[in-house]
């Protein structure tokens, strides 16, 4: 990996809160690189690829039915890996070259990256946490989601537990109350890393 010294990788869990504190760190004037944004550009850009490998039925218009997608490969482990191995390296360039258009500026920015621990994909600190505990994922993803218990429940299961990606980061954001609270812990984590 290049040597990016001024990236804060931002992460956490499904339904932690992680995109509202990276947009409460863009209203503090940070930059977020956003590689969810980046691998659904990729994901476009890769229509053909999919029809190719999961059938045409998961595009349409030259888009990728991301839902469809999304429900064929949250429930099979080999075709999400086939997704992954196709995305993956083209997701990792792209924010490589966005960092290091931002290293140019000498200043902390983020990089907002949902799978961090789970990819191993970037050798890259310190790793800032959004938390929320399980319950409270949980319940969120059912609310946003319109997702059944069981269905929540095995998404989150996918990933890392947030207890251990908690203990794993060099800095935790909680976000188990209000969004008062939330920008609260992001004031006190900005004083952290400009002091």
Same mark, same amino acid.
């Given at each position: 990996?290049? &040597?990016? @010294?001024?990236?804060?990788?931002?992460t %956490?869990?499904?339904?932690?809160?992680?995109?509202?504190?990276a947009?409460?760190l863009?209203?503090y004037?940070?930059?977020?690189?956003?590689?969810?944004?980046?691998?659904?550009e990729?994901?476009?850009?890769?229509s053909?690829?999919?029809?190719?490998?999961?059938g045409?039925?998961?595009?349409q218009?030259?888009k990728?039915?991301?839902?469809? $997608? %999304?429900?064929?490969v949250?429930?099979?482990?080999?075709?999400?890996?086939?997704?992954?191995?196709? $995305?993956? @390296?083209?997701?990792?360039a792209?924010?490589?070259?966005?960092?290091?258009?931002?290293e140019?500026?000498?200043?902390p920015y983020?990089?907002?990256? @949902? $799978?961090?621990? &789970?990819?191993?994909?970037y050798? $890259?600190?310190?790793?800032?946490v959004?938390?929320? @505990?399980?319950?409270?994922?949980?319940?969120r993803?059912?609310?946003? &989601?319109g997702?059944?218990?069981? &269905?929540?429940?095995?998404?989150?299961?996918?990933?890392?537990?947030?207890?251990?990606?908690?203990?794993m980061a060099?800095?935790?954001?909680?976000n188990?109350?209000?969004?008062?609270?939330?920008q609260?812990?992001?004031e006190?984590?900005?004083?952290?890393?400009t002091?």
């Amino acid at each position: 990996m290049v &040597e990016l @010294p001024h990236a804060i990788v931002l992460t %956490g869990g499904i339904a932690t809160g992680k995109s509202t504190a990276a947009n409460l760190l863009r209203l503090y004037g940070f930059h977020v690189i956003d590689a969810d944004t980046i691998a659904h550009e990729v994901l476009d850009a890769q229509s053909e690829q999919i029809a190719k490998l999961f059938g045409s039925r998961y595009v349409q218009d030259g888009k990728v039915l991301r839902k469809k $997608l %999304g429900a064929l490969v949250f429930n099979n482990e080999q075709e999400r890996k086939k997704l992954e191995s196709l $995305l993956h @390296p083209k997701i990792k360039a792209q924010i490589v070259r966005q960092a290091k258009e931002q290293e140019r500026f000498g200043i902390p920015y983020f990089i907002d990256i @949902p $799978l961090f621990y &789970e990819t191993k994909n970037y050798d $890259l600190s310190p790793v800032v946490v959004v938390y929320a @505990p399980k319950e409270l994922q949980l319940e969120r993803l059912i609310r946003r &989601e319109g997702l059944s218990f069981q &269905e929540a429940k095995r998404r989150i299961e996918l990933q890392l537990d947030i207890e251990q990606k908690r203990q794993m980061a060099d800095f935790v954001i909680d976000n188990s109350l209000d969004l008062k609270h939330l920008q609260e812990q992001i004031e006190a984590f900005i004083q952290t890393i400009t002091h």
